[in-house]
């Protein structure tokens, strides 16, 4: 069994709520900015790390919302070659911006971002961390 940690972040104000184009595999949907820990990368400082490098902005963390484990079973992943299931961890915490400007990725498994009202949010097409986590935040 493989296993896969990542960090992600909600970040709501008063533009509403930050999220990423994922588009990584045959499928693509709207998604937390986040992703994987480096080896040894303490969680709160990949999630830093990783909105920078999908969004632009600078976040500073207030606090760890929650975590999220879920097992794929090898017929489900969508990694070429993966012959068994994936367990992933993923920490969820709430961010703030505090610098930086918006802009795509460029050469990641994103490749957007965009700000999104609460309502639009309901009718994106959306991975389910999104929704999971928009209730561990209670928005």
């Given at each position: 069994?493989?296993?896969?940690v990542?960090?992600?972040?909600?970040?709501?104000?008063?533009?509403?709520?930050?999220?990423?184009?994922?588009?990584?595999?045959?499928?693509?949907?709207?998604?937390?900015?986040?992703?994987?820990?480096?080896?040894?990368?303490?969680?709160?400082?990949?999630?830093v790390?990783?909105?920078?490098?999908e969004?632009?902005?600078?976040?500073?963390?207030?606090?760890?919302?929650?975590?999220?484990?879920?097992?794929?079973?090898?017929?489900?992943?969508?990694?070429?070659?993966?012959?068994?299931?994936?367990?992933?961890?993923?920490?969820?915490?709430?961010?703030?911006?505090?610098?930086?400007?918006?802009?795509?990725?460029?050469?990641?498994?994103?490749?957007?971002?965009?700000?999104?009202?609460?309502?639009?949010?309901?009718?994106?097409?959306?991975?389910?961390?999104?929704?999971?986590?928009?209730?561990?935040?209670?928005?």
């Amino acid at each position: 069994m493989d296993l896969r940690v990542a960090a992600y972040a909600v970040i709501v104000d008063e533009r509403g709520m930050l999220l990423a184009h994922w588009h990584e595999g045959p499928r693509a949907a709207w998604t937390l900015p986040g992703g994987g820990l480096e080896a040894g990368e303490d969680p709160a400082d990949a999630v830093v790390r990783e909105v920078r490098e999908e969004t632009g902005f600078e976040v500073t963390v207030e606090e760890l919302l929650g975590i999220h484990s879920r097992v794929i079973p090898a017929r489900q992943r969508l990694a070429p070659g993966a012959s068994g299931p994936l367990h992933t961890l993923r920490i969820v915490y709430r961010a703030r911006v505090v610098g930086g400007d918006l802009r795509d990725e460029v050469g990641g498994s994103t490749d957007r971002a965009a700000w999104f009202t609460l309502d639009a949010v309901e009718r994106l097409h959306r991975v389910q961390l999104v929704d999971l986590a928009r209730e561990m935040a209670g928005v």
